[in-house]
Each structure stands twice: as C-alpha cells, then as structure tokens.
C-alpha cells in the first residue's frame, strides 16, 4: 500500500521592490498567465512554461524542438547518441509512448512507435513553449498521451535573421541559417503577412565510436495576422542518419538508423467577443500530414543480418478553446481526430492502419471569494476511441485557490484528479509474438491512468516557486522487458504501476544573474501480469528506468555586458537496473561562454561544452551514454 505524505515546504522570498521578467529571447523564464476571472480585478493563474533551463542550444548539432530538455526538472529525457537524433522524453516517470508532442492544437504522432514523436522538423525560432502539461491539463488537451504533453504553440513573426557556423572535436561542424520577414498589407488595415525560413546541417563522428550523425532540416511557413487572429501555413522536412552501439538490443552491435519526416501544417487561432467585465474567448484550430520513413540496420559491419524499413502517414485535424459564457462560467475544450497507416517489413499485414478519436469538454466556474481573491472549479470529460479498441470515458477536475496580493505576489494553491487513455502503439501489438529482435504482445488493451495532485505556485519580485506532490496509477502501462534467457532484444509486457511524486521548482532573479533549482524525488511499485508472462522478466527499458532522487542547477550569469555564461547541471540516483552497465548516479554539466564583441554589431561568438565531467552514465539501461563534445561557434544576427 502506497502512502502520500504531506510535505511543507519552506520559501525564501526576496525583497526586490521591483522585477521585470524579461522575454523569452532575453532568457528569462517566462510565466504564462492565463485570465480566470477579469470580473475579480484581473486575477490570474500564473504556471511556468518556457525552458527551465539555462541554456537553449545543444552543442552536439543544430537545435530542435526537444533540445536541452535533458536538462528541464519536469521532464526525464533518455536520449540515443543525443536528445537531437533520438529523444525519449518521458514525465513523471511514465514511459516515452506516455509523452505526447503537441503544435497549435495538435498532437504530433507516430504509429509504429513514441520513439519517433520527437521528430518534428520545425525550427524552434518558431515556435513558442515548451509548456509541460501535466494532470488535468493533459487529460484535456493530450491525445494518446497518458501522463503528459510538450506543448508548443507558433510565434508571430518578426522581421530578423541569422546566419551561424560552428566546429568543434569529434570532427563535428554545423551551418544554419534562420531569416524572417514581417510586413503590413497595403490598403488593409491591422494586417500583416510574415514570411519565415531555415536550414541547417550537422555532421560529426561521434562522441564514441560508431556514434557519427548527419544530419539536415529545411523548415519554413506563410503567417497572415492582425490583433485577434493569426493564421500559418507551415512546412519543414529532415533527414537524420545516425549511429550508436546497442541502440534498441543489448547484443553489443553497432545499429544504425535512418530517418526522413516531413510535416505539412496549417494552424488557425482566433480571439473573439469580450463578455461585460472584459473576459476574452479564443479558439485554434490545427490540421496536418505527417510521413515518416525509417530504415532501421541491426549491425552495419553485417547489414545483411537484419535491416527494417517502416513508413508511416498520419492525417489529423484538431481544436482547441476556452468559450467565456460569462464572467463566471467558461467552458474549456479540446477533440481531435487522427487516421494513420504503416508499411513495415516487420510488422504483420493484419495491423497496418487506425482511427483515432478525442473529445473532451472541461466546464469552468469561478468564484470571487474576496478582492483579488477567487477559488476556480472544473469538472467534465474526456471521451477516446479507436476504430480497432474499446472506447473510454475520462474524468477530469480540479479546483485552484489564487490570490493576488497587493504588492503584486501571487499566490495559487490547487487539487486536481484526471483520468486518461492510450492504446499501444504497432512495434507493441503489431507485430510477431514468437520471435524476432522486438516481441509484440497481441494482449494488449487500452491503457488508464488516474493521477491525484496537490500542488502551489508562488511568485513574488524576484523569486518563483513550484511545487506539486502526485499520485498516479497507471494500468496496463505497456512496457518493454528483457529476459537473459531469450533470443528477443525486448518483448512488449503490460504492467501496472502506483507512481508517487514530489516536485520543486524555483527561479531567483540577481542583479546581473538567474538562477534556476529544482529537485524531483520518485517511487514506483509495480506489478507485471504473471499470466502474460510476467513472471519471466528480469529488467525494464522504460517503466523501471527512472531517478529515485533527481537534482538541477541553472544560471545564467552575465559577469560584464560583452560576455554572458550559461550552466546547467544535473545530478541523479537512478534506480537500480540489472541491463545497467557502471554506477546508478550521474553528475552532467553543460557549459557555454558567449562573447559579444561591441565592434561589430550582430556577432556573438560562443565556446560550449557538454558532458564536462565526462559522464559515462547509461540513460537506457544496456545503451552506451554520450562522451563529452566541445564546440566553437560564431553567429550573426540582424
């Protein structure tokens, strides 16, 4: 029996009269403040929602949607080679196939298997976020995604560019080249047309041997807009080889992948009528195509010994809004549809296409309790189905406390239980039970979660606080497992699992510095169907890969104005792994120097490294971590 103990937490607060957070771009951590009754004097819910993290750019390639999120307190990133050639991003101790990617109102997907969600070819200049929606804001606007979602959302865009260089070892170089442009319409009043491109190209040999990459993304959108509507038409497209022993088997063979995505997207988000005390309504809608080819080689010494080829096309419409009735009551909702379909060489022929619905509507009421004081409550549903699985009813609700004091601080304390679904993925239920390197499970169901949580927001001049306690329990999670005494590299297994969770995030603004800390502790108890072969298992890639104890540090520190030092740290105590080659606890660093000489306008020249201390710590269990990369890069912005 788990237990949930109540923990209090002390917080430091400092006596900074004034505090401005800056932008996004400016480096700061931007809070999303969204309105929940302008009838009460503008009192807001305050989360945060940009990076946690001090640095934004890797510095092993170009950056991506997922880039430093190995770094973020709110997510666990377990990367192959690195988080940009294949990024598992899970949260709160779920699984990879338990994190959705979300764009506008979309959630990006693949069906064959959540390795892939991550391959958006978007540039992050872009795009706004992440923001990690957890609980009963996943639970509304997730799709297949149980735990949680990275959601992204489009930038307006401004006139700008830059072009950069950089080299570094391991015989690593990058070009890139980023430019946008903003113009108002002639004889239209209030609107603008944006034009916005890139293209960037990495190559290196690896931080280890057989972990070269090579990779090239062209990515670029049409933006109409004015003050309550901005409409964008998007395509990108990437090309991603990359190499790394025992990538997906714990047989000590060099693998290999190759992958191509290209996603076409069009997004429209509409502000509209105010209600009497000024409450503003907002919708988005979002529809996409996605390809995905994937050319999987077991050994590249013998390639002949088993190769995969898989292609997968999905096609999704999505939307998303908040509708204020009144200044009390609002009604908050989300439906999506997604229909998909693979080729594989591997998976069965039976199994090669779904449908997949959402819909879920979250009516809210909110109630003044005093000035600057209001208590919010929502309760509703979430409906799924597929075509090819039984169908599920969600519950979703919370109740949040905010107060805005009169110095400007504010304060939200709220409770949430939700519920959500997800069906398995292909690799998982798609292909042979008898043999072959990943072993499918035809047994599988829907997967359920439910998730209790109490958590507090808190912030005053220059401090911001985050904290959350959970509960949640996941049953029929599918996860993939490993036994000594088979031939198979992993075989899908449902398991269910009690998760209990702490969280701590805070922020601290200095004169000339940020400084960001978090710590995350995490239990599980969990119990494989024996029936299913449960009692044949002895380790998990996934569900049992997670940090009992996990602690970050960030700064951004800028010693004089031509030069500005961005660090951020990690130290994590794993749990214990029978596939885990060498210790169970890690200690990262990413470094970077950026100097920005008054000369020249537009220059910045930045030294960087990652991995400082040369970790040589397994993120996947049986999965050789990263080495150290080190590199030089000169950029210039106009």
């Known amino acids: 029996m788990t237990r949930i103990v109540q923990v209090s937490l002390p917080i430091l607060l400092c006596g900074v009269s004034s505090f401005s957070i800056a932008s996004d771009d400016a480096n700061a951590v931007n809070l999303q403040k969204t309105k929940q009754s302008d009838s009460i004097n503008s009192i807001e819910k305050i989360t945060v929602e940009s990076s946690a993290t001090a640095n934004k750019k890797p510095v092993g390639t170009f950056d991506a949607p997922v880039s430093n999120l190995e770094y973020d307190p709110r997510v666990d990133l377990q990367s192959r080679n690195m988080a940009e050639a294949q990024a598992d991003v899970t949260i709160r101790g779920g699984i990879f196939e338990n994190t959705g990617f979300r764009v506008g109102s979309a959630t990006l997907f693949d069906p064959q298997t959540g390795h892939y969600f991550s391959e958006i070819p978007i540039a992050p200049q872009m795009l706004s976020g992440p923001n990690i929606l957890t609980g009963a804001d996943n639970a509304l606007f997730g799709m297949n995604s149980s735990v949680g979602t990275v959601d992204f959302g489009w930038k307006p865009i401004y006139t700008a560019g830059s072009v950069s260089i950089g080299l570094g070892n391991n015989g690593f170089n990058l070009q890139s080249v980023h430019a946008a442009y903003s113009k108002p319409l002639d004889g239209v009043n209030d609107w603008t047309l944006g034009y916005e491109g890139e293209i960037s190209q990495s190559q290196s040999d690896g931080t280890i041997e057989n972990g070269d990459h090579d990779f090239e993304r062209i990515s670029g959108r049409v933006q109409l ?68 080819k994937d050319h999987y080689v077991f050994s590249r010494e013998a390639p002949e010994a088993f ?15 908040r509708h204020a009735q009144s200044n009390v009551l609002a009604w908050n909702y989300s439906a999506q549809y997604i229909e998909d379909s693979i080729e594989s060489t591997t998976l069965e022929n039976s199994f090669t296409s779904r449908k997949y619905y959402k819909i879920s509507v979250l009516p809210e009421y909110n109630m003044p309790l005093a000035e600057n004081e209001t208590l919010t409550l929502r309760l509703g549903a979430a409906f799924d189905d597929t075509n090819r699985d039984d169908s599920d009813v969600s519950v979703i609700s919370d109740v949040t406390w905010n107060k805005l004091e009169s110095d400007g601080a504010s304060k939200t304390l709220y409770f949430s239980y939700a519920e959500a679904s997800q069906v398995a993925g292909y690799t998982a239920i798609g292909g042979s039970e008898t043999g072959g390197l990943f072993r499918s499970n035809r047994q599988l169901k829907r997967e359920s979660t439910k998730n209790t949580e109490l958590g507090f927001a808190l912030e005053q001049d220059c401090w911001t606080v985050d904290a959350a306690i959970f509960y949640r329990q996941d049953n029929g999670l599918t996860d993939w497992t490993y036994n000594y ?149 000169a950029t210039y912005n106009w």
């Open 225 to 292: 807009s004015n003050s309550n509507s901005q409409t964008d038409i998007f395509f990108g497209s990437q090309d991603k080889f990359f190499g790394w022993p025992n990538m997906y088997t714990p047989f000590h063979v060099n693998e290999t992948e190759d992958l191509s995505a290209q996603l076409f997207m069009l997004n429209h988000k509409q502000t509209y009528s105010l209600t009497e005390g000024g409450t503003e309504s907002a919708f988005e809608v979002t529809a996409y195509t996605r390809n995905l």
């Open 307 to 321: 190769q995969a080829f898989h292609e997968t096309d999905v096609t999704s419409i999505a939307l998303s809004g």
């Open 485 to 633: 005494n088979s031939t198979t590299a992993r075989s899908a297994n449902p398991v269910d699992i009690d998760s209990v969770g702490l969280e701590l995030l805070t922020t601290h603004q200095l004169d000339s510095a940020k400084v960001i800390t978090s710590y995350t502790f995490l239990k599980k108890s969990e119990d494989y169907y024996q029936a299913l072969g449960g009692d044949n298992i002895d380790a998990s890639f996934y569900a049992l890969n997670y940090p009992d104890h996990r602690v970050t540090l960030g700064a951004i520190w800028n010693p004089m104005d031509m030069l500005e030092v961005r660090v951020d740290n990690e130290w994590r105590q794993q749990q214990e792994n029978a596939l885990r080659n060498g210790d169970d606890d890690a200690f990262f660093t990413h470094l970077t120097f950026t100097y920005t000489p008054t000369q020249i306008d537009g220059l910045s020249i930045t030294l960087a490294a990652d991995n400082l201390w040369n970790e040589s710590f397994e993120e996947i269990p049986g999965t050789p971590g990263r080495g150290q990369q080190y590199t030089i890069s």
